[in-house]
């Protein structure tokens, strides 16, 4: 099977069929992040449309020794902020009224873990995944792009840093408030059922 590199160099060397098969091989793993990101259907797919547009546009820029991936991600990632920061503003109120909340410093597996029920293992493939979407929608966007890009994209820190342009530091310290927030937001939906049992 062809590299997502090389299908790209094929389609600049003029093979639309390769261009065909990155976008389907895509389709999936991408607008499933741009879903999630902005938490509406019609946008993710009106944004990943937009990034494969880019992609189209730019793809005789693109380093082929470079991965692909990386790239493609940071031009939907931004699509995703661009169309959160129009929609921010057309709104009177702020998206963004989190306050300050004071972190807990505790390890990854138990900022995850709730009493009684522990969040599943790979929660987009439970019976909770609507309930996670809801979850990661409510997030703040800073916290939302780097749970999806790192936990749900699996991209390490250093290609968060590089996709985002921010500190390493940023990354994590981050993705620790987003786990946080996560966390915290799980806990009170699980509560919220057990109280109505």
Request: charged content about 25%.
């Amino acid at each position: 099977m062809a590299t997502d590199e090389k299908l790209l160099g094929d389609f600049v060397k003029g093979d639309e069929a390769a261009y065909a098969q990155l976008v389907s091989r895509y389709q999936q793993e991408l607008y499933g992040f741009l879903q999630r990101f902005v938490g509406d259907t019609a946008v993710a797919d009106d944004l990943f449309q937009e990034t494969f547009i880019q992609v189209y546009r730019s793809a005789a820029k693109f380093d082929t020794s470079r991965r692909l991936k990386p790239w493609l991600f940071t031009i939907a990632a931004n699509k995703a902020r661009d169309y959160l920061r129009m929609s921010q503003r057309k709104t009177i109120h702020s998206l963004d009224g989190t306050g300050g909340h004071q972190m807990q410093q505790t390890a990854l597996l138990d900022i995850l873990e709730t009493p009684g029920k522990p969040v599943p293992e790979d929660l987009m493939q439970t019976e909770d995944a609507e309930a996670v979407r809801k979850i990661v929608s409510q997030m703040p966007a800073m916290y939302r792009e780097v749970l999806l890009l790192s936990y749900f994209q699996h991209f390490a820190y250093k290609q968060i840093a590089q996709m985002l342009d921010i500190p390493l530091g940023t990354v994590k310290s981050r993705l620790h408030a987003a786990l946080a927030s996560f966390a915290e937001l799980w806990r009170a939906r699980q509560n919220g059922k057990t109280s109505a049992n």
